[in-house]
């Protein structure tokens, strides 16, 4: 069927079993948070940066580590502190006394999974020196751009509920995550079968099988890119990310890039699934973890502890989905 | 910055905001002579009505005055143009939000209903205040005017008993009558905006609970199920060369056949919502309707090339959903439908 030479394409059904596999093997670790360990999947996939915010201990960390152990990536790790200079993220070039030359030592973003614990804990302008990064994945120092790996994940924690000390992510940055995944409690019986499963393991962590490797996560976002997607559900996603823009209660809506990240994310989830193409619950369902970070209440609304998630989840309840039959003629 | 903001979200979303609005095309501008001539003659409607010697809130008594089908048309004419100011100022209210302070908002908010409906009552108070003559339509005699000063009462007499005008012939509508009326007409607005509030936040209203455990369809209602149902095999049907349009219709068929059960498709619903939607009302269409609907998704958003076998698929499907509501379905229904 396939010459030797040439490696085979991936169907989207192959793929969504690699990636179930992968998501069954990091659920070893990180007990019953399905939701968020799919959606941080789905920004593997998507090819974007995941912003992780909740409370402390509810296992942000671990769940980077444990998609870099099974996916088979480099990991690098940066606990961002105040005085944390942006050289301590790209890298900074320093004097060979050997060759008498500059040489440049590459910083922690130098990786293909970023950890960046804390984000909000350090100033604006190291928390600037990750946005080159994110964006365009590459580093300029001194002048000179490198690449960075390819893939290259950012996955960054932030805890909402501390304010002294920290810098709140400007829009700017925030609006660079693909999407925001909120961890929450466990249920009781699921806190149950993890505190069954640390005393059975009689270790502090389970110990993950890698299961794919950087190539594999590429060929992965070969196969999202061919994943096709109706006008009806581009326009679907139009609605949704123009509805920010007109709600009362939001200030500022989402930016275009909002509507890019939608769909993506929405195709890498058809993949998830087995599926070449995408159905109106992959965009009805990841329109608040990939819209809702983007956008801003207004002042009044601050004290009253409504949150953009709780916007955003009426907000989508008031777009309608594509209708059952087609707008537009289309051939078969 | 918000202004910026603003006007960049309406350049990318206001195609799709214009589809979802229906497309409200904008008023024509009044000219203003038309808007002149309308003042001056509700200005001389109201001068001939009303008779400037005497207070605000006594009868007129002027030339046009005696007529109540003067004061009825000038209370019905302020209405509508009530009315029509408040319907064409309401967008210019709820606009330009974006550039106000919280306290001006708040203050907006409380101001505007209040103006509105203040105006409005104007046109009522008008009705209210108006003596309409019961008699044969004769003006009884002017009130005297006080040319000269009135006597000194004095204690040792009671006060002289005033007299009753023109033998009966002014006599307001009854007061109890006009706030019955009142109330009637707040009543019918507030249920009006209670249905329109729901409507807009796609909540429906609490339907009156059934006897218990009935949440199946009965009687008329699983005659409407099966009828969507065989709605949906006349489709199959009639659409033998396109398997995909036979998918889609063998859906939509199940959809109308929920719609008849009560379990209607909201506009923000995807086909997994409906499904739920169905689940949570008793409505669950078996095993046979998420088949039918990862179906209908492959035929509806895929460009995969459809054929017999997809038809064939969904048509089955369609057919144990007819079967399950058959069954649910009492004896003459079903009869009813065999005989079809």
């Known amino acids: 069927m396939t010459t030797p030479s040439t490696p085979p394409l991936r169907t989207a059904e192959q793929v969504g079993e690699q990636a179930g596999a992968v998501l069954r093997e990091i659920g070893r670790a990180v007990v019953g948070k399905q939701d968020a360990l799919e959606q941080v999947m789905l920004a593997v996939l998507a090819g974007g940066h995941v912003l992780v915010e909740d409370l402390p201990g509810l296992g942000k960390t671990l769940l980077a580590r444990s998609f870099a152990t099974t996916l ?28 008498g030359e ?34 365009e994945s590459q580093v300029t120092v001194d002048g000179e751009t490198r690449p960075l790996a390819d893939p290259f994940l950012v996955i960054a924690t932030a805890n909402p509920v501390e304010y002294e000390g920290t810098y709140s992510l400007p829009e700017a ?19 149950l079968a993890m505190l069954r499963a640390r005393v059975d393991r009689a270790a502090p962590e389970a110990v993950l099988e890698r ?69 109106p619950e992959d965009v009805k369902d990841l329109a608040v973890p990939a819209l809702a970070h983007r956008v801003s209440l207004r002042p009044e609304l601050w004290v009253s502890g409504i949150s953009t998630d709780d916007v955003l989840r009426e907000l989508v309840d008031g777009v309608g989905t594509p209708t059952t039959r087609r707008t537009a003629a289309v051939s078969s | 910055m918000a202004v910026n903001r603003r006007s960049e979200g309406d350049g990318f979303g206001g195609g799709a905001h214009g589809v979802a609005h229906g497309g409200r095309t904008g008023h024509r ?54 009315w029509t100011a408040v319907r064409r100022l309401r967008p210019r209210f709820g606009a330009d939000r974006m550039g106000l302070a919280p306290v001006e908002e708040r203050l907006r908010d409380a101001a505007a209903p209040l103006l509105l409906s203040a105006t409005g009552v104007i046109g009522v108070l008008a009705l209210v205040l108006h003596r309409f003559s019961t008699g044969d339509g004769t003006p009884g005699p002017p009130p005297p005017l006080a040319t000269e000063p009135a006597p000194e009462p004095t204690f040792a007499t ?51 609970p059934g006897p218990l455990g009935s949440t ?35 859906y939509a068929a199940m959809e109308d056949a929920l719609a008849a059960s009560g379990v209607r498709r909201q506009a923000s619903d995807s086909p997994s919502d409906l499904l739920t939607r169905a689940a949570d009302a008793g409505f669950a ?23 017999g076998s997809h038809r064939t698929a969904a048509a089955a499907a369609l057919e144990e959903i007819a079967t399950l509501l058959g069954d649910r379905a009492p004896d003459p229904a079903r009869d009813g439908e065999a005989k079809r």
Not at chain 1, 72 to 98: A, E, H, K
Not at chain 2, 45 to 52: C, F
Not at chain 2, 225 to 249: P, Q, W
């Open chain 2, 216 to 250: 199946a369809p009965q009687g008329d209602d699983a005659r409407l199920l099966l009828s969507a149902v065989h709605s949906g095999r006349r489709a199959l049907a009639g659409t033998d060369d396109d398997a995909r349009a036979a998918v889609i219709a063998c």
């Open chain 2, 29 to 82: 501008a009044v000219p203003g002579a038309v808007v002149a001539v309308g003042v001056v003659g509700a200005l001389a409607v109201a001068a001939l009505a009303l008779r400037p010697a005497e207070g605000l809130l006594h009868s007129g008594r002027g030339p046009l005055g005696q007529w109540g089908i003067v004061a009825i048309g000038a209370s019905a004419a302020w209405t509508i143009g009530v």
């Open chain 1, 102 to 135: 500059m040489v440049f030592h590459p910083g922690p973003v130098f990786t293909h999974l970023l950890l960046a614990d804390e984000i909000n804990r350090t100033p604006p302008k190291t928390q600037a020196a990750l946005l080159e990064a994110m964006a």
């Open chain 2, 158 to 208: 009671p006060p002289p008993q005033e007299r009753p005008r023109g033998s009966g012939d002014h006599s307001s509508l009854p007061l109890h009558l006009v706030l019955l009326v009142l109330a009637a007409v707040v009543a019918v607005l507030a249920v009006v905006a209670v249905v329109r509030r729901l409507r807009r936040f796609r909540l429906s209203l609490p339907q009156r």
């Open chain 1, 173 to 191: 940055q925030l609006d660079r995550f693909q999407l925001r995944v909120r961890m929450g409690y466990l249920t009781a019986s699921e806190e």
């Open chain 1, 211 to 279: 299961l794919a490797g950087p190539q594999d996560v590429l060929a992965w976002r070969a196969v999202v890119e061919r994943v096709e997607i109706d006008d009806d559900l581009l326009e679907y996603a139009v609605a949704l990310v123009g509805a920010t823009r007109d709600h009362p209660r939001i200030s500022i809506g989402s930016s275009p890039r909002g509507g890019l990240a939608l769909v993506q994310l929405a195709r890498a989830r058809a993949v998830l699934d087995g599926r070449d193409y995408v159905v």
């Open chain 1, 72 to 99: 088979g990536l480099d990991f690098r790790r940066i606990q961002f502190t105040p005085d944390l200079l942006p050289s301590d993220v790209t890298g900074t070039p320093l004097y060979d006394q050997r060759t």
């Open chain 2, 285 to 307: 269409p078996g095993p046979a309707g998420p088949r039918l609907t990862a179906l209908f998704r492959e035929a509806r958003y895929s460009s995969h090339p459809m054929d």
